[in-house]
Nanobody
Framework: QVQLVESGGGLVQAGGSLRLSCAASGRTFSIYAMAWFRQGPGKEREFVASINWSGDSIFNADSVKGRFTISRDNTEKTVYLQMNSLQLEDTAVYYC??????????????WGQGTQVTVSS
């Protein structure tokens, strides 16, 4: 069982940066792949980025490539999402997720409660 708690969301101007954190509880954090998803107003939840257990395999959605960076610290049981060059369309609730490496992008096993990111003009 893994419990996930996101933090770091907030209000930022377009072009600015934020770093989201996701703290995990449970002794088996290091075996899980981790991912970030987001759900914008009136939109379905979408995949943002994922990272495997060791941190050497990363996938990014096309919409965030070159702007967002996912990373993890297994010692701290934390996964991060560094978001740069934020755009209005990045406004969403961002969710942290954990699961198997082969299904993390489609069917994560665990979800956090979400943190709001709002980008203003």
């Amino acid at each position: 069982q893994v419990q996930l708690v996101e933090s770091g969301g907030g209000l930022v101007q377009a072009g600015g940066s934020l770093r989201l954190s996701c703290a995990a509880s449970g002794r088996t954090f290091s075996i899980y792949a981790m991912a970030w998803f987001r759900q914008g107003p009136g939109k379905e939840r979408e995949f943002v980025a994922s990272i495997n257990w060791s941190g050497d395999s990363i996938f990014n959605a096309d919409s965030v490539k070159g702007r967002f960076t996912i990373s993890r610290d297994n010692t701290e049981k934390t996964v991060y999402l560094q978001m740069n060059s934020l755009q209005l369309e990045d406004t969403a609730v961002y969710y942290c997720a954990a699961g198997r490496g082969d299904t993390i992008r489609s069917r994560p096993d665990y979800w956090g409660q979400g943190t709001q990111v709002t980008v203003s003009s």
